[in-house]
């Protein structure tokens, strides 16, 4: 990991799209984690905060499993996020102080709606990321993430979810959607944290 070079793209352009960041056989761990074949692990993802939070299909069809540090494959991408959040304070001074992620299951046709990642009445989600665990996944698959300027409606970046590719970008700038797929697209979607002032 080159985290003077993730650095430098962050804070020049804002994202960095990573090839193949983690070994291999870690990725193949994760992807094995990342399957709603356990139902009490896996739940309909919501969109909102506290009592408003609810489920509308309509704008987010996912469903996740927060990672659990117990689990020794969740474990190690933790660690290795771990690493990150210590480089890139160091080399950006952000005071970026944890990380919380899910894994998250997309099945055929279901999409997120145009959104951002800072939670309504907190800025503490500084980082995105998004790792993708999707097998031999082609460009007609779909499901691409797309990545929009911070005031408008052009696209910067549209990025396929091929395995083992990463995505990193500031959770403020930049509002995103989740095209919708013609398989069942995996992921874990995760946010580097300041402490909440509010």
Known sequence: MNIAAIAEQLAHVGYIVLDKPLLDNLSALLFARCHDDEHQKFHAAQIGRGPAKQQIETIRGDVISWLDAGDSTDNAYLSWMESLRAGLNAALYLGLFDYECHYAIYGAGAAYARHSDVLSGKRNRILSTVFYLNEDWQASDGGELVLFKPDGDTVIAKVSPTF??????????????????????????????????N
Do not use: C, T, Y
């Not at 990463?166 to 797929?181: D, N």
């Open 164 to 197: 083992g590719k990463m995505i990193i970008f500031l959770s403020e700038s930049f509002p995103h959607q989740v095209l919708a797929a013609h398989n069942n697209r995996r992921s874990i979607a995760g946010w580097f944290r300041v402490r909440d002032l």
